[in-house]
């Protein structure tokens, strides 16, 4: 089964925003957060690797500023991940200054969960497989789509194949919890019989051959608790 997607749900609406992140939570797909204000989602989006989102379900109007201002500041410091606004705000014009703000899509209130879910699934897929997914592993800076590592202490570029790509995307996913072999191999090449565990465990030889300093010493993907984990705020030290 697929790792649940981590979402921030920004409303001050408290019954909707409960609502909203308990029907997300049902679908065992997304683990949403709650903010109610827009200081609070800045405190949940500067909260580090532990708070890493992958798609913003924003409203236009809250108690602290507008959501379409906040959606240009989060553009403006880099921030690429989806961002699907939800509003009583239902004009032409209204439309256009919210995707102009830089917001991916604009649904207006009350709206069905099934229209909400197929247009959260088709811009994370989206985003997914541009070049605006870049991760940070390590002393990497992780791009899937163009199945590269880039090292910019050591000015070195990394190829790796489309299942080394899809094996550290998985991982990266999993937040430094361990994935046991079994759920790696069937979420990487699927649920195909003539694929055995030796498969995966040659892949992730040859990925530490490409990415750790110390092959034999495995720091950044390490074998723990029947699978694999990967460690991606390890950071080697200076030599």
Not at 138 to 151: D, I, M, Q, S, V
Not at 229 to 238: F, G, R, S, Y
């Amino acid at each position: 089964m697929a790792l649940a997607r981590p979402i921030l749900i920004v409303d001050d609406d408290r019954a909707l925003r409960e609502t909203l992140a308990e029907q997300l939570r049902a679908e065992g797909e997304f683990a949403p957060t709650e903010a109610d204000c827009l200081t609070a989602a800045e405190t949940q989006l500067a909260g580090g690797a532990a708070a890493r989102f992958d798609a913003l379900l924003l409203d236009v109007s809250l108690p602290d500023g507008d959501g379409r201002d906040f959606t240009r500041r989060m553009r403006a410091a880099g921030v690429k991940v989806p961002i699907i606004m939800l509003t009583g705000a239902d004009t032409e014009a209204d439309t256009i200054r919210g995707l102009d703000s830089g917001a991916n899509d604009y649904l207006v209130k009350p709206f069905r969960l099934g229209e909400l879910l197929a247009r959260l699934r088709r811009h994370l897929a989206i985003f997914d497989n541009s070049d605006d997914a870049v991760f940070t592993i390590g002393p990497y800076t992780f791009r899937p789509a163009a199945k590269l590592l880039l090292e910019a202490a050591r000015n070195r570029k990394i190829r790796l194949t489309e299942k080394e790509a899809a094996i550290l995307k998985y991982l990266y996913r999993a937040e430094g919890k361990p994935v046991a072999r079994q759920v790696l191999l069937n979420e990487v090449w699927g649920y195909n019989a003539a694929v055995t565990t030796h498969t995966l465990e040659t892949h992730i030889y040859r990925l530490r051959q490409k990415v750790e300093p110390d092959p034999a010493n495995a720091r950044l993907l390490v074998t723990e608790s029947g699978g694999y984990k990967l460690n991606a705020t390890w950071v080697p030290q200076p030599a």
